[in-house]
């Protein structure tokens, strides 16, 4: 616990990320994330078609999970950037042309050189300015190079199959997506909106598909979700929007063998730039 304060400060400060990678949750969390969403973040990878030689930015690279999948895909010659607020998760395996660095997207110089590609997920929705950000993104990709953005639609809360045992586990959810998260400046509907904001950048080329991953009893859905509340817990309960008691029930609901909850759903987005 003791992460009230920290997660109780305003967006405007790139540091206060709602779900800081320093937090001992992360770790889980990412686990969890990867096993959910690495395969359509591949698919959507090797959709694009990436040279050998390559250079890519992985923005917001977590454990590294992806970094790693772009070596792959680029080779000896290519170059994959791993960046992120804090990268002290990051794995590069024995990827030799992945150079991990501490980076903050709203306020850091670019990085120079230019890419043929950058991805970013679940990144974007945590920024006070995603517009902003996404610019920036844009001017960093050579001329045809491609922009693969993922994020959630956080509007659709995680549906749970309600009945008097699960109830709870609504409450709580839309508690932290719907009350703690918009509080914090994040736009819950940034995922549907990705494909327009795209087409303002200038981006051509643009597709945009959507998936939701459904979770029963113990599950990788589950683990996001425990780790996410473990996370911000003292700061659920400061505010008033949960109650300790509602979190513990909480636990104990997602360990139930009958539970079924969906992730709200993510949005990949491609898009090309002339």
């Not at 090797?46 to 999948?69: I, K």
């Not at 994959?80 to 990051?90: E, I, K, S």
């Not at 150079?99 to 990144?123: C, K, M, N, Y």
Request: a negative charge.
């Amino acid at each position: 616990m003791g992460t009230g304060n920290a997660i109780l400060r305003s967006y405007g400060d790139s540091s206060a990320y709602t779900l800081d990678n320093a937090a001992e949750q992360a770790a889980t969390r990412f686990d969890n994330l990867e096993s959910l969403y690495d395969p359509g973040t591949i698919r959507h990878l090797d959709a694009l078609g990436l040279a050998p030689g390559a250079r890519c930015w992985e923005l917001g690279a977590g454990s590294g999970s992806v970094a790693r999948l772009l070596a792959d895909r680029v080779g000896p010659a290519g170059h994959v950037l791993a960046t992120d607020l804090n990268p002290r998760l990051v794995d590069t395996g024995d990827a030799a042309v992945v150079e991990v660095r501490q980076h903050d997207v709203t306020s850091d110089p670019l990085p120079a050189g230019g890419f043929d590609l950058i991805h970013a997920r679940l990144v974007i929705v945590h920024l006070a300015d995603p517009v902003a950000a996404l610019a920036r993104l844009t001017s960093a990709l050579n001329p045809g190079g491609r922009l693969l953005i993922e994020d959630f639609d956080l509007s659709r809360t995680p549906v749970v199959r309600v009945d008097a045992d699960h109830e709870n586990v609504s409450v709580v959810s839309q508690a932290f997506i719907i009350t703690f998260l918009a509080n914090h400046g994040s736009d819950l509907s940034l995922g549907p909106k990705l494909p327009e904001l795209f087409a303002s950048l200038g981006l051509v080329d643009i597709r945009a598909e959507g998936t939701c991953a459904i979770g029963i009893g113990e599950s990788a859905v589950g683990g996001v979700n425990r780790a996410n509340i473990e996370q911000v817990r003292d700061g659920l309960i400061a505010s008033g929007l949960l109650t300790d008691d509602q979190i513990e029930r909480f636990y104990q609901e997602l360990s139930d063998p009958d539970l079924v909850i969906q992730m709200p759903p993510l949005i990949s987005t491609t898009g090309t730039k002339l």
